[in-house]
């Protein structure tokens, strides 16, 4: 079973290009590994991530984010299972959205409605507009 989430967290510090790159090389190297993908967002000291691949490997990657140090006040919007990625290609893209659509990325409704839920294939409103982002500056960003 395929299970998506999405969670916000904080800094303990602000991260500089150099921590970012580093961070995402080691994520890349373990999502590759097992089988995770997704985004992770960065804007002032704000991380929006949304992982996505079979169950237990995005367990076991979260328990990895949860123990870490570099953040802290980690809070999932959203954590179901899903039928297929959106994320397919990226073991873990980054982008560094604006403070406003991070915003709006982070105060999106992340729950689907009720009806929705029952359609196979539907996406939680949150998860629609970060594809949208993402296909919107997708490109400028290397694997
Ligand atoms: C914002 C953030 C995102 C992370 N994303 C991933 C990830 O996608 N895959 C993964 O295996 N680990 C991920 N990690 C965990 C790190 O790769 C590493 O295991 C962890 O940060 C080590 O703990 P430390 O930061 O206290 O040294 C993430 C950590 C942070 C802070």
New binding site residues.
């Given amino acids: 079973m395929l299970r998506g989430i999405c969670y916000l967290?904080s800094?303990t510090r602000p991260f500089d290009e150099a921590a970012l790159e580093g961070?995402?090389s080691?994520?890349?190297?373990?999502?590759a590994h097992?089988g995770?993908s997704?985004v992770?967002l960065?804007a002032d000291g704000d991380?929006l991530?949304y992982?996505e691949g079979p169950s237990a490997a995005v367990d076991?990657?979260m328990l990895?984010?949860r123990?870490?140090?570099?953040?802290r006040g980690l809070r999932v919007l959203l954590d179901e299972p899903i039928e297929q990625r959106v994320f397919a290609d990226w073991?873990?893209g980054l982008a560094r959205p604006t403070r406003s659509h991070f915003l709006a990325l982070s105060s999106a409704s992340w729950k689907r409605a009720a009806a929705a839920a029952r359609q196979p294939g539907s996406m939680p409103p949150g998860l629609v507009l970060l594809e949208e982002f993402w296909s919107g500056q997708a490109g400028s960003t290397a694997r």
């Fill in positions: 967290s800094a961070l995402l080691e994520s890349r190297r373990n999502n097992s995770v997704g992770l960065y991380f991530q992982l076991e990657t990895r984010i123990g870490s140090r570099r953040h073991w873990m």
